[in-house]
């Protein structure tokens, strides 16, 4: 079963910077972050097919976070650089255990990953 522990989220100035976090426990096919703002839906920002290191990125954080893995320390991390205010949201780490084929399955969609951790808080203030 993986289990899934984030960390990193703060305040943080329009224009700084963040690294998340997310300490996991067993194998997973995809790794991911989503966020939700409030009254908003949760969104993927980006992803990992772990198989061979493929990743995805929402458009809208595309040149500013970078997602990466370290396996030897079973820690997925994603730096956050050029924070906008429009990226205040709880941050959720997500992981596949189900069997993916191919790296179609660690996009972005939700239902892509069946497990989660409990989320960070991220604020960017203007």
């Known amino acids: 079963q993986v289990q899934l522990v984030e960390s990193g989220g703060g305040s943080v100035q329009a224009g700084g910077s963040l690294r998340l976090s997310c300490a996991y426990t067993?194998?997973?096919?995809?790794m991911g972050w989503f966020r939700q703002a409030p009254g908003k839906e949760r969104e993927g920002v980006a992803s990992?097919?772990?198989?061979?290191?493929?990743?995805y990125y929402a458009y809208s954080v595309k040149g500013r976070f970078t997602i990466s893995q370290d396996n030897a320390k079973n820690t997925l991390y994603l730096q956050m650089n050029s924070l906008k205010p429009e990226d205040t949201a709880m941050y959720y780490c997500a992981a596949r255990r189900l069997y993916a084929w191919d790296s179609n399955q660690c996009n972005l969609q939700l239902a892509n990953f069946d497990s989660w951790g409990q989320g960070t808080q991220v604020t960017v203030s203007s």
């Open positions: 067993g194998y997973s096919y995809c």
């Open positions: 990992v097919y772990t198989v061979v290191g493929s990743t």
